[in-house]
């Protein structure tokens, strides 16, 4: 069985400061890693995808991946309140399915 | 405008009753995906499909049913023998190329499903 973890938080940070969110993953075969906001009774939304080892940026978001350690991780830098939301990471199946598996999110409250 | 559309956005079902959720894209993407989300969890796999007239179940596939006779539209159906069909419904949809772990899923704004 596939697991994906997050702490759920909530994770409470100020206005302006580096917020970071972390995940672990079961499976060592997983090839394809995806963040995911979602706010309070709306779709997730994509806002980072990263499929190698090492950093991704993107504005504000930087993605970190580390293979050999089984974990990817999110950075929000400049946290606003408008990024109050739970984060979700999501993990390439490699059965062939090519369905994701989904953690079951991190809370991060921006205090204004 | 390109994108996922489910309808309808809130759905009351009464025991016993199928209710078919719709969803359709018009982004010409190959892969389509039913998840569904309860309260302070992630999302689980129902169905999915890779390519028109063939689908396969996901984890929690008991007691739903799904069609894919046209590249657009995935409907799902929760019959009445899901015994807990509570939930938020999504619908997603991937390029999903062959041979390539690029699987970008977009979501629909997904609809809410209570059982009366």
Same mark, same amino acid.
């Given at each position: 069985?596939?697991?994906?973890?997050?702490?759920?938080?909530?994770?409470?940070?100020?206005?302006? !400061?580096? !917020?970071?969110?972390?995940?672990?993953?079961?499976?060592?075969?997983?090839?394809?890693?995806?963040?995911?906001?979602?706010?309070?009774?709306?779709?997730?939304?994509?806002?980072?995808?990263?499929?190698?080892?090492?950093?991704?940026?993107?504005?504000?978001?930087?993605?970190?991946?580390?293979?050999?350690?089984?974990?990817?991780?999110?950075?929000?830098?400049?946290?606003?309140?408008?990024?109050?939301?739970?984060?979700?990471?999501?993990?390439?199946?490699?059965?062939?399915?090519?369905?994701?598996?989904?953690?079951?999110?991190?809370?991060?409250?921006?205090?204004? | 405008?390109?994108?996922?559309?489910?309808?309808?956005?809130?759905?009351?079902?009464?025991?016993?009753?199928?209710?078919?959720?719709?969803?359709?894209?018009?982004?010409?993407?190959?892969?389509?995906?039913?998840?569904?989300?309860?309260?302070?969890?992630?999302?689980?796999?129902?169905?999915?499909?890779?390519?028109?007239?063939?689908?396969?179940?996901?984890?929690?596939?008991?007691?739903?049913?799904?069609?894919?006779?046209?590249?657009?539209?995935?409907?799902?159906?929760?019959?009445?023998?899901?015994?807990?069909?509570?939930?938020?419904?999504?619908?997603? =949809? =991937?390029?999903?190329?062959?041979?390539?772990?690029?699987?970008?899923?977009?979501?629909?704004?997904?609809?809410?499903?209570?059982?009366?």
């Amino acid at each position: 069985q596939k697991e994906v973890e997050q702490n759920s938080g909530p994770l409470s940070v100020p206005e302006g !400061a580096i !917020a970071s969110l972390n995940c672990t993953y079961s499976d060592r075969v997983s090839q394809s890693f995806f963040w995911y906001r979602q706010y309070s009774g709306k779709s997730p939304e994509l806002i980072m995808s990263i499929y190698s080892n090492g950093d991704k940026e993107d504005g504000r978001f930087t993605a970190q991946l580390n293979k050999a350690s089984q974990y990817v991780s999110l950075l929000i830098r400049d946290s606003q309140p408008s990024d109050s939301a739970t984060y979700l990471c999501a993990v390439n199946d490699d059965t062939g399915r090519r369905a994701l598996t989904f953690g079951s999110g991190t809370r991060l409250q921006v205090q204004p | 405008d390109g994108g996922i559309t489910q309808s309808p956005k809130y759905l009351f079902r009464k025991e016993g009753q199928n209710v078919t959720l719709s969803c359709e894209q018009n982004l010409n993407h190959d892969a389509m995906y039913w998840y569904r989300q309860d309260p302070g969890q992630g999302l689980r796999l129902i169905y999915y499909s890779q390519i028109v007239n063939d689908f396969q179940k996901g984890d929690i596939a008991e007691g739903y049913s799904v069609s894919r006779e046209k590249k657009e539209s995935f409907p799902l159906t929760v019959t009445s023998a899901q015994k807990n069909p509570t939930a938020f419904y999504l619908c997603a =949809s =991937s390029i999903s190329p062959p041979g390539s772990s690029y699987n970008e899923q977009f979501f629909g704004p997904g609809t809410r499903l209570t059982v009366l």
